[in-house]
């Protein structure tokens, strides 16, 4: 019970609408706050199988993403977050064959506008990685983590949460923000460039970039630039082999950065 007192104080600072999404159920929201895990306890799953290779009756997409191929997007972003980190867009499960999700989500029932309250509440520790990891150029984080889950983290099919043996609310939403944080911890672009000589400040080939990070991972990445020819962004695909074990694969789509190269500012 020591985690009482934090609690309601959390819920005092949260206020208003904080409440309301927890109205409904007097008796859950107790529950709501136990300690969430990120352990997939649903229905037992064969770990062998990929997501978009599945063999007719293997099909059950809460053991394999029902959009199988899985978008991990890192942005980099003059001003926001760590000098030597690139900071997290989001995780974007998409079709097979790299066409898109459903672009305003899979699940009415699941969205949220507090986000950021929510993971405070569940999970301060979490909630202080992505504040560090995963900021918003906008300025509103809440907005954006929102935003993220709202379209993309309800597609999630292995997070529903009749997959889950005993869900405690919001524990979908703790598994995806958290499965972002690992997979920011698993590739460290930043690091992966910088050990290729590749540093902020520079104009690089767009190839240059592309071997470095093959050369870290084993597999072709998408590179994406603004207008001008500066670095935009990274984007990571992935199969899934059972729940949440997110296997690198080559980008399908090409990145936008032109024949002039890549500029990769400074952040700061
Ligand atoms: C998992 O799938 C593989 C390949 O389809 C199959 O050989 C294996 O028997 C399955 N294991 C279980 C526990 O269902
Ligand atoms: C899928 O089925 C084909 C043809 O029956 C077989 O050759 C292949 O090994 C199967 N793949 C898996 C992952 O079970
Ligand atoms: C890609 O797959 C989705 C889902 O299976 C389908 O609806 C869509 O038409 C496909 N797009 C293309 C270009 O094949
Ligand atoms: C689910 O929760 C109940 C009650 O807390 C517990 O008895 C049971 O062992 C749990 N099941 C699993 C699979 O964790």
Not at 5 to 24: K, M, N, Q, Y
Not at 71 to 92: A, C, K, M, R
């Amino acid at each position: 019970m020591r985690l009482l007192l934090p609690l309601l104080s959390c819920f005092l600072v949260v206020g208003d609408l904080f409440t309301i999404v927890h109205a409904e159920t007097d008796v859950s929201w107790q529950q709501s706050f136990t300690t969430p895990t990120t352990t997939m306890d649903g229905p037992v799953c064969n770990r062998t199988v990929l997501s978009c290779h599945w063999n007719g009756s293997d099909e059950n997409t809460c053991c394999s993403p029902k959009y199988g191929l899985v978008v991990f997007t890192l942005q980099w972003v003059p001003g926001y977050g760590p000098s030597d980190e690139f900071t997290i867009h989001g995780i974007w499960p998409d079709n097979c064959n790299g066409s898109r999700a459903p672009r305003r989500g899979c699940d009415k029932t699941r969205i949220s506008k507090n986000i950021g309250p929510i993971i405070k509440s569940m999970n301060p520790e979490l909630h202080q990685q992505m504040a560090r990891l995963w900021p918003s150029y906008k300025g509103d984080n809440n907005w954006f983590w929102s935003h993220e889950w709202n379209t993309h983290g309800n597609c999630v099919s292995t997070l529903r949460p009749n997959c889950y043996a005993n869900y405690t609310k919001y524990q979908d939403v703790n598994d995806y923000f958290q499965k972002a944080i690992d997979l920011h911890h698993d590739y460290d672009i930043y690091g992966a460039l910088n050990v290729a000589g590749v540093l902020p400040g520079r104009t690089y080939s767009v190839e240059t970039m592309l071997t470095a990070l093959k050369q870290a991972y084993g597999s072709r990445v998408k590179i994406d630039c603004d207008r001008s020819g500066q670095l935009k962004e990274i984007g990571l695909f992935f199969y899934v082999k059972g729940r949440d074990e997110y296997v690198l694969t080559d980008a399908v789509h090409r990145g936008s950065c032109g024949a002039r190269g890549v500029y990769y500012p400074k952040k700061y």
